[in-house]
């Protein structure tokens, strides 16, 4: 006879090997807990990189504002002809 695991929320019955509960998605094993757990960390350190990111791409852009105002209109047209052929 297989063995079932049961879901803590419904009680429901899963198959022995599942990590998660097949109706709720509650985690079943401290294994897949360990995942689930290390997954969000990967998660949160990598919003936090791209947010970094983001500050200093921001940062840059205020640092050029002042340059690119004395950018004359028909250079900033030669410039995007340029950027556009590659």
């Known amino acids: 006879m297989t063995k079932f695991s049961e ?3 419904l009680n429901e019955p899963n198959k022995p090997d599942s990590k998660f509960c097949a109706k709720c998605r ?3 094993t401290y294994d897949a807990y360990n995942e689930t757990m290390e997954e969000n960390q990967n998660k949160n350190r990598d919003l936090q990189s ?3 990111r983001m500050v200093n791409i921001k940062n840059i852009l205020v640092a050029i504002q002042p340059l690119l105002q004395r950018v ?3 250079m900033l ?3 995007q002809t340029v950027t556009q052929n590659k």
């Open 7 to 9: 879901s803590i929320l």
């Open 72 to 74: 004359k209109p028909e």
């Open 50 to 52: 791209i947010k970094k």
């Open 77 to 79: 047209t030669k410039l």
């Open 26 to 28: 509650m985690v079943l």
